[in-house]
């Protein structure tokens, strides 16, 4: 009877066991499809979306009354030029530097002090009543206004590869949308006495606006995010999911140059609580500035100058497209100023709706980047030459919308061509490097602009057609070995 009895009780134990054993396992796939559904923070991704709106919303409605305030202040038109290509020469060199430091002390703290110290300048541009003040305004906004460039970098770091492009797109589509309604705004406000400075102080109040939203974000998503996407690309390891929960965080703490350089402070974060020792913005600055340069030289040393080189070809390409507009058709098509400013408004809307056609057309395409950037470099190309050659405004009309499709792709294929050569870790470098990339173009665009249009007026968007064909030809020599490296990369973790 005794053996009897202990048989039965041990057979209940394994049944028992095995229950425990299946609850175990059912509670691992819930914690996998809740992972799994994190995967995805899209509150703060839906504010940063409205980050980015409000962002290039204030900026526009500066950017047309600039000039004009220039001359109010009794500048000449050489002076006035010298002036407003302070900013971008500003942006030239900042821009990569700024966005190596967001990689070190963190996108929340950078992104901070770049809407903080933006707000200042527009601030300060609504006080300038003096040619010398203007200038000395527009030297914080052009080294610190990089806040878009942090955003697409924080993107990057919340989403998997695959829904990079498709997340890009939308932001970049509210970004457009603000751009569109910004200059509606400021138009208004210049109507009014002082309107010039009462627009810089509403674009002043609509950055610290921002920051205060910024401040706000539920940072703990992000946290939480990368966490669980790393635990999940784990979950086939002996070890328990406490105990990989901690590794991760220690591993994302030391390999992202997350705020919090502790697993501890991992925690406190996401439990709503930090310690001002704790993050990496009070770090000395030596650390700092070493740390970014170090990441500057790394992407200044690798093998990205064809991938960069596409980026300035196209940039400068398309801005000549657009440097005499309104000019050429004008003389033309005897197309008055209103009629223009109709169709760049239309190219406009177009270039904000396509932000949302990049993720089915990614997906279309298999997520391959490389080749989708080709097609698009080579449409962009066709366009500007049928532009160039237009015999009547309807063909303007028809090439300026598939224009503004193409070149929306395009820009959202590159920067992520660029993360994706580069990688996720310097995503911040790597897109303020890219910037300071488009900043030299804005600097040639003018100066090639005027030697064309000597010859005539469709010169500009004829050698925009040439510099096309170049990015084209790189692209032809150099994907097939894009292709092979991404290849050897998919192949690797397998072995």
């Given amino acids: 009877m005794l053996g009897k009895e202990q048989h039965s009780n041990a057979v209940h134990r394994f049944r028992i066991d095995c229950s425990s054993l299946c609850q175990c396992g059912r509670m691992n796939n819930s914690k996998c499809a809740i992972t799994h559904k994190r995967r995805r923070p899209t509150r703060i991704i839906r504010c940063i979306y409205v980050v980015g709106f409000m962002d290039l919303f204030g900026v526009s409605m500066i950017i047309p009354l600039l000039s004009h305030h220039v001359k109010f202040l009794g500048a000449s038109p050489t002076v006035a030029g010298i002036v407003g290509s302070t900013y971008g020469v500003l942006q030239l060199f900042s821009s990569t530097v700024v966005g190596s430091w967001s990689d070190v002390v963190g996108r929340r703290y950078s992104l901070l002090t770049c809407l903080l110290l933006?707000?200042?300048?527009?601030?300060?541009?609504?006080?300038?009543?003096s040619i010398a003040l203007f200038?000395?305004?527009?030297?914080?906004?052009?080294?610190?206004?990089?806040?878009?460039?942090?955003c697409r970098a924080l993107l990057s770091d919340l989403v998997s590869e695959n829904e990079r492009p498709l997340v890009m797109g939308h932001f970049n589509a509210a970004s457009s949308v603000g751009f569109i309604l910004g200059p509606v705004v400021g138009g208004y406000l210049t109507e009014h006495e002082g309107g010039f400075y009462l627009s810089s102080f509403v674009c002043a109040a609509i950055f610290l606006l921002n920051a205060g939203l910024v401040w706000m974000l539920p940072w703990?998503?992000?946290i939480n995010h990368r966490i669980d996407a790393n635990a999940n690309s784990k979950t086939k390891t002996s070890k328990t999911y406490d105990g990989l929960k901690n590794s991760v965080?220690?591993?994302y703490s030391d390999k992202n140059h997350i705020r919090y350089p502790n697993p501890s402070a991992v925690r406190s974060q996401a439990d709503g609580g930090w310690s001002w020792r704790d993050v990496s913005i009070f770090q000395p600055a030596w650390r700092q500035l070493t740390s970014v340069w170090m990441r500057i030289c790394m992407v200044a040393s690798s093998d990205m100058w064809d991938v960069f080189l596409v980026r300035l070809l196209m940039a400068v390409s398309i801005m000549l497209y657009y440097s005499n507009f309104s000019l050429a058709m004008e003389e033309r098509f005897q197309l008055k100023p209103k009629?223009?400013?109709?169709?760049?408004?239309?190219?406009?809307m177009l270039g904000a709706l396509a932000g949302c056609l990049v993720g089915p057309v990614t997906h279309l395409y298999g997520n391959n980047m490389s080749a989708l950037l080709l097609h698009s470099?080579?449409?962009t190309c066709t366009l500007i030459f049928l532009y160039a050659t237009a015999p009547n405004v309807w063909q303007v009309l028809l090439t300026s919308t598939f224009f503004a499709i193409s070149t929306t792709i395009g820009r959202t294929c590159i920067t992520d061509l660029e993360l994706q050569r580069g990688g996720a870790q310097a995503s911040g470098t790597l897109i303020g490097a890219g910037q300071s990339v488009t900043a030299v173009g804005r600097v040639l665009a003018p100066l090639l602009s005027g030697l064309a249009q000597e010859f005539s007026p469709c010169g500009p968007p004829s050698l925009g057609v040439v510099l096309g064909l170049l990015?084209?030809?790189?692209?032809l020599l150099r994907t097939p070995k894009w292709d092979s490296k991404t290849k050897v990369k998919d192949k690797s973790p397998k072995q």
């Fill in 220 to 222: 703990s998503e992000t």
């Fill in 118 to 129: 933006s707000a200042f300048g527009y601030g300060l541009l609504g006080l300038s009543t």
């Fill in 249 to 251: 965080q220690q591993n």
């Fill in 471 to 475: 990015a084209v030809g790189v692209l």
């Fill in 339 to 348: 009629m223009t400013g109709y169709l760049i408004s239309y190219s406009s």
């Fill in 377 to 379: 470099t080579a449409l």
């Fill in 135 to 150: 200038v000395l305004a527009r030297i914080p906004v052009g080294l610190f206004k990089h806040s878009l460039s942090i």
